[in-house]
């Protein structure tokens, strides 16, 4: 969830200034899509490059096609195989996942609701890209679900990619009756059953985190016994600025957590080579939930 501190767009109407920086930040990322993995041989050079200032307001549409294309796809490495020697272990008692059990290299990059289509394409494609393991929870009701089926569903069925029930339309659940959480749930999960050929339980995350009793017992009664949150966050519900996403991205980035993030919002995507390096850099390992958990079958 957003940080009401985070720093926001460049405000500051010189238009001359911004033009010089989109240059300058196009070369940079020119210049970090052409590095490999062999020339990024420790932490210090990724969070030299982590510290260069993000765009933000105007300035940053200039170059969202490149910058997405070079976070993408100009890594300089073939994608990494599925993470190897897992144990899957069992679901913890209490229903409530907010971290990866015991000490690890394992991160669960997991992103919420959908609401910009080319948000969840340009992710879905650095996913195919770079082998990049990830977790969607997803809102039926944005387009983006259907308007990228097709470039979607392959990484779904591969299970490089897992589906997560979001709810269909993102209420707070513990405001309304529980049978408008029933109804939430349940059609969400036919969704994504019809579409993408899921079954997303036991894999559940209320929105906005908020969850009580009768949340839980709902979503219990319809398999979704995991209520799953999360240990770090991009803070990128609402729209802020690059440098804030790799600030938490360097925060948060480490062994056994489980990261949240959104489908929401341009930023994210202008940074994707930087979140790789980041990710090479301290050996992580990504992965969905269903290669950590044991899921009870009945």
Known sequence: MANSSAE???????????????????????????????????????????????????????????????????????????????????????GVLNKLPGKGDLMALTLDDGVNADVVRLYTEFARDTGVRLTYFVNGVYDSWTANQALLRPLVESRQIQLGNHTWSHPDLTTVPASRVAQEISRNDAFLKKNYGVDAAPFF??????????VNGV??????????????????STVITEAYILRMAQQYFTGQTIVLGHLNHPPVTHVFGQLRELIRARSLRTVTLDEVFAVPTS
């Open 8 to 94: 926001g767009p460049d405000g500051d109407g010189r238009p001359m200034q911004k033009v010089v920086h989109v240059v300058s930040e196009l070369n940079r990322r020119l210049f970090l899509g052409s590095l490999s993995a062999a020339v990024l041989a420790g932490v210090g050079v990724v969070d030299t490059v982590l510290r260069a200032p993000g765009r933000g307001g105007a300035a940053a549409v200039a170059g969202d096609s490149m910058a997405a294309t070079i976070g993408a796809r100009g890594l300089g490495a073939a994608p990494p195989p599925p993470p190897a020697a897992i144990v899957r272990v069992a679901l913890p008692g209490g």
């Open 205 to 214: 995350r209320p929105p906005y985190g908020n969850h009580n009793s009768t």
């Open 219 to 236: 979503a219990g009664s319809l398999g979704y016994t995991a209520t799953t949150l999360w240990s770090g966050s991009l803070a990128d």
